[in-house]
């Protein structure tokens, strides 16, 4: 019904309201949304085809994907990576999907991360998830914790483990505690400590029985490790 054929060196097309550009294609395609300066990518120009600039509100830009469905498990907006360079069925690398969880009218949402891996056909597999109350999955669509982590047998094994600590300061690799209090760490060098105490040289990790701490003590015939 209209074609817009730019021949000079201008924007193709900008809507204002009261002379403030609202949107605007540039001569290279490549779309504003709220800004006529379309930014671009600092890998090389042209590289950014979509800019969204919000100079109003103090929330910043937004970007709205909208969907009206009463069904749970459906998706309400999605951004997917496609690389024509793979050959049909195959050109799904990636994307990030919000579904619906549960049918009142006060649905929550999933967050869903998926990647394709190299080499291999098909479309992506979800990576990670966060669900509704905020449990955060990966390698699992069912977390059961706030940090729910796992590997399905059908990706194959790595012969790696399941999660690497690298510290690189001079802090302590790991520490689990209850209710703020440290009662368990890895020190920075290796070493194990039950609450804050650490042990000595030739110390054995002894039971406190049922519900109770463990503590270093003297090693004795059975009794520690």
């Not at 009261?18 to 709220?34: E, L, M, P, R």
């Not at 590289?47 to 100079?55: F, H, M, S, V, Y």
């Not at 869903?112 to 998830?129: D, F, L, N, P, Y």
Request: glycine content about 16%; hydrophobic content about 35%.
């Amino acid at each position: 019904l209209a074609i817009f054929d730019q021949i000079e060196n201008q924007d193709i097309l900008t809507a204002s309201k009261s002379g403030v550009a609202k949107f605007v294609i540039d001569q290279n395609g490549n779309v504003g949304v709220g800004t006529n300066t379309i930014a671009y990518n600092v890998q090389g120009a042209n590289e950014r085809a979509l800019t969204i600039e919000d100079n109003v509100n103090n929330n910043g830009a937004v970007l709205e994907l909208v969907r009206n469905t009463s069904s749970s498990g459906w998706g309400n907006g999605e951004i997917s990576w496609i690389n024509t360079h793979n050959s049909a069925g195959n050109q799904g690398i990636g994307y990030i999907q919000m579904l619906t969880d549960g049918t009142s009218t006060n649905k929550g949402g999933i967050f869903q991360i998926a990647t394709k891996t190299s080499g291999t056909s098909g479309t992506a597999v979800e990576r990670m998830r966060v669900e509704d109350n905020g449990l955060l999955g990966i390698g699992t669509t069912d977390p059961t914790s706030e940090l729910h982590v796992t590997r399905p047998l059908s990706f194959g094994a790595t012969g790696k483990a399941l999660a690497i600590f690298d510290q690189i300061e001079s802090q302590d690799i790991l520490t689990a505690s209850a209710g703020g209090v440290a009662k368990f760490t890895i020190t920075n060098a290796g070493g194990i400590k039950l609450g804050t105490a650490e042990g000595s040289a030739n110390n054995c990790l002894l039971s406190g029985g049922a519900g109770a701490a463990s503590t270093w003590g003297a090693c004795t015939a059975g009794g520690g490790v």
